[in-house]
């Protein structure tokens, strides 16, 4: 498939840590432009995370976490809410479907899913199903649910 968001974003982030100057920067809007994406180098992505269809239309702001075996699908927005301090943190193993907004300091429990097109602007509990806008909780997995 070739080089995506995540390329790009690592590429970047090892550049950028390695005491380049200006290169990562270049390499992370190389990305940004073929993808029409915007993963922040200062943003925290566990190396496990995964972005649907490469990262295509993804937006992650910097400072936000995202935790380990967690999926953002295609058209993700994970960003501060304008005139507020603080990020999103996603935790482990949390789906995100198409199109979802994930706005201001909010935190995403472990294992929850996020439905397509919600807009989260409050926290999610650990192993919660949202869906909406704004999203509500329309399902409580168990703990052995997957």
Do not use: W
Not at 25 to 30: D, H
Not at 65 to 81: I, T, Y
Request: hydrophobic residues 45%; aromatic residues 4%; proline residues 7%.
């Amino acid at each position: 498939m070739g080089p995506d968001a995540l390329t790009f974003y690592r590429a970047a982030r090892r550049l950028k840590r390695l005491g380049v100057p200006m290169l990562p920067s270049m390499v992370a809007a190389v990305g940004d432009r073929l993808l029409h994406c915007h993963v922040d180098i200062d943003a925290r992505l566990h190396s496990s995370v995964g972005l649907g269809y490469g990262g295509v239309g993804v937006v992650v702001a910097p400072g936000v976490e995202v935790g380990e075996g967690s999926f953002l699908s295609q058209n993700v927005s994970v960003e501060p809410r304008f005139g507020e301090s603080g990020v999103p943190r996603i935790g482990r193993n949390v789906y995100v479907g198409v199109g979802a907004q994930i706005i201001g300091p909010v935190t995403v429990g472990d294992g929850a899913v996020i439905g397509a097109g919600a807009l989260v602007i409050s926290d999610v509990p650990p192993m919660a199903v949202v869906a909406g806008a704004p999203a509500r909780v329309v399902k409580q997995k168990a703990a052995n649910e997957h």
